[in-house]
Structure formats: C-alpha cells, structure tokens
C-alpha cells in the first residue's frame, strides 16, 4: 500500500530553521513528483496552499512566491525521501505540512492540489514570534 509519511515539524521561534522529511514507501514512485502543501489554521483542505515541488528527475523545482528564497526542496539519492529545508520561519508559516505525489512523468512538478495521486498524513508547523 503506498504510503508517504512526514516527518520534522515542530515548534520554532521567528527567523528559526527546520527540515521536514517525507518517505514513500509501498509502491514504485518512479516519474512522480514529489510537493508539498500546507493548510493554514482554520482552514478546509480545499485551501491547502502550495508552497514547493520537485521533479521526479531532481532538475526542476518550484516554489510558491511566499517561500522563494527561504525555503529550499531537494530530493535524496534514492529518491524515495524528499526534504523540504525552511530557513528565516515566519508566524504566517505556521501550518500542517503536507507532502503530496503526482504522476507527472519524469521531468514534471505539481502545483495544484487536484493533480496529487498521494497525500501524507501532515506534520505541523508552529513558528512563534
């Protein structure tokens, strides 16, 4: 059964730093890209937010115009983990976390929630000021 499991939320002060981690296991990820979203307090699933995305390959990445430049998506060797490094946190960051698969071939990224094949179960986020 394919499963994505996060991993590396926590509670962290304004200007702070965190990587979350997100395993796929159960099924062959192959041409998947790999993102992540997140979903604000009070908010539906609806409105989760994206905020990064990488290909299956590693060579593109995309990010939300929020987190460019403070947040950085990189996949790891055997490509069945994908890290998602927040630097310089702000409170408006606080969210649950989620990483998401989409079949979009090899070269692709995701940014729009109907497109994920796959969701994680989230890990939260809590960036005090």
């Known amino acids: 059964q394919a499963q994505l499991v996060e991993s590396g939320g926590g509670l962290v002060q304004a200007g702070g730093s965190l990587r979350l981690s997100c395993t796929a296991s159960g099924r062959t990820f192959s041409g998947y890209a790999m993102s992540w979203f997140r979903q604000g307090p009070g908010q539906e699933r609806e409105e989760r937010e994206f905020v990064a995305s990488i290909s299956w390959n590693g060579g593109n990445t995309y990010y939300a115009d929020s987190v460019k430049g403070r947040f950085a998506i990189s996949r790891g060797s055997a490509k069945t983990t994908v890290y998602l490094q927040m630097n310089s946190l702000k409170p408006e960051d606080t969210a649950v976390y989620y990483c998401?698969?989409?079949?979009?071939?090899?070269?692709?990224?995701?940014?729009?929630?109907?497109?994920?094949?796959?969701w994680g179960q989230g890990t939260q986020v809590t960036v005090s000021s």
């Open positions: 998401a698969a989409s079949a979009v071939g090899p070269d692709g990224v995701a940014v729009v929630t109907t497109l994920m094949d796959y």
